[in-house]
């Protein structure tokens, strides 16, 4: 029996405003609260509230037999107590269902993992206990930020504890081997590899409003007995995209909430098709090979590595930059300071400099709120300058102090000479000799 397993991955960035150079030392107000709450009120109307609906509904109708599972930023998650308070307690609903699970991953969709392994660690573990508090969830499934993944990664998940590992199944990774098998990366053996099928996850994430628009729509039943037509050795087949793709991405009048709708039974007629969550995918099928993974894979682009946000001038400098700027947040131990930080680490502001063009390119300009890649550079850079600014802020202070207690305590000198009667005698008046005009010397 083939494992469906049915992720998506939810987010929204804290987008930066047009951070002047003027700003930098008299404005701390970094983040443009305007735009990001008009977009996750938007996204969470479209998509959010009616897609959990939706997937909830799954799950009851089927007594169970629908799956599904969900990563969800701590950025995200902020904006929605603050802002959409209804789609939050969807997730919420959608996790008491018991039939989706929720999967961790680092709590501000950062690149900590190839910036700080520390702040990585930290991010995880903050985002852990955020899932925690939010949907009482324990996770035991672990995707890194945009599903980048190495050897490096494994193994730090691994030593997290997690058992399961979301990865892209790319072509230069896998070369002819499949994609719907189960597999572990060299040097972490405890923990499963499920990888995406990217050709059928975008047929869904990418393409499926394009054939809307041609009156050739995609439905459930094609779909699912595309699945069925799966080789019979296929263990899994992992459909992995944005939670946004329903509702936003895709709009609702291209058939998409239907198509979800309609998807579980769809599936489920097939006798050799099964959900199932990442967790349980994992648990069910026995790993059938090593893959070695020296270099990041990743889900972006065509390319499928980090040149998304690492691919340029611009962002290889910001993102160095980022990370020299953390050993002065942190020495100062100000959780204000670090919680900017860490809003500034989100891994969309370096995407929003990317400069590729063609498709990739068209992808990048849809999610960048920037009029180009230098514009998201200059905010970026100008927002991190004032942040260093005032990390270096009590540092400068203190070693001021330290050289002011240090200097000897002297008495100054009094010019007036001694005190007459308890009285300050007066000074004396100074008198200039009168030069003879003359005569002989």
Not at 73 to 97: C, H, S, Y
Request: hydrophobic share 35%; charged share 30%.
């Amino acid at each position: 029996m083939t494992s469906v397993v049915l992720y998506f991955h939810v987010h929204q960035p804290f987008r930066l405003r047009r951070y002047s150079w003027f700003d930098v030392g008299r404005d701390r107000r970094y983040f443009d609260r305007t735009l990001d709450e008009r977009i996750v009120r938007r996204v969470a109307e479209r998509s959010y509230e009616p897609v959990t609906s939706i997937l909830a509904d799954a799950v009851r109708r089927t007594d169970g037999r629908f799956r599904c599972a969900f990563s969800i930023t701590g950025t995200v998650i902020d904006q929605m107590e603050r802002w959409a308070p209804r789609a939050l307690d969807g997730f919420r609903a959608l996790v008491a269902t018991g039939g989706a699970e929720v999967v961790a991953e680092t709590s501000h969709h950062s690149l900590a993992a190839y910036g700080c392994g520390e702040e990585f660690e930290a991010q995880v573990g903050a985002h852990r206990g955020r899932l925690r508090d939010v949907f009482g969830a324990e996770p035991a499934t672990f995707r890194n930020t945009e599903l980048v993944f190495d050897e490096q990664v494994a193994r730090r998940a691994e030593d997290m504890g997690f058992r399961a590992l979301l990865g892209e199944g790319a072509d230069r990774l896998l070369g002819r081997r499949s994609p719907h098998k189960v597999r572990t990366v060299r040097g972490a053996p405890g923990v499963s590899l499920l990888l995406r099928d990217y050709r059928r996850s975008d047929d869904i994430a990418f393409r499926f409003a394009d054939r809307a628009r041609r009156g050739d729509p995609l439905t459930a039943r094609e779909f699912a007995g595309s699945l069925a037509r799966l080789p019979r050795g296929a263990d899994v087949c992992c459909l992995f995209m944005d939670f946004e793709t329903a509702g936003e991405h895709q709009g609702e009048s291209s058939g998409i909430l239907r198509f979800f709708r309609e998807l579980p039974e769809a599936v489920l007629a097939h006798r050799r098709l099964s959900f199932a969550t990442p967790a349980e995918a994992a648990a069910a099928h026995r790993p059938v090979g090593v893959l070695d993974v020296p270099d990041p894979v990743s889900w972006a682009d065509q390319e499928r590595d980090l040149t998304a946000w690492l691919g340029n001038d611009m962002q290889t400098s910001a993102h160095a930059a980022l990370y020299d700027a953390l050993r002065a947040v942190r020495r100062n131990d100000d959780p204000g300071l670090l919680a900017d930080w860490r809003r500034l680490s989100t891994s969309d502001h370096v995407y929003y400099m990317c400069t590729k063009y063609f498709t990739d390119g068209d992808v990048h300009r849809y999610f960048s709120p920037y009029d180009s890649p230098h514009d998201a550079f200059v905010a970026f850079m100008n927002a991190l300058d004032d942040l260093v600014r005032r990390a270096e802020r009590p540092r400068k202070a203190r070693r001021t102090r330290r050289r002011a207690a240090a200097r000897p305590k002297t008495r100054p000198k009094s010019r007036t000479g001694p005190a007459v009667r308890g009285r300050a005698a007066r000074p004396r008046r100074r008198t200039r000799r009168s030069r003879p005009t003359g005569g002989t010397r």
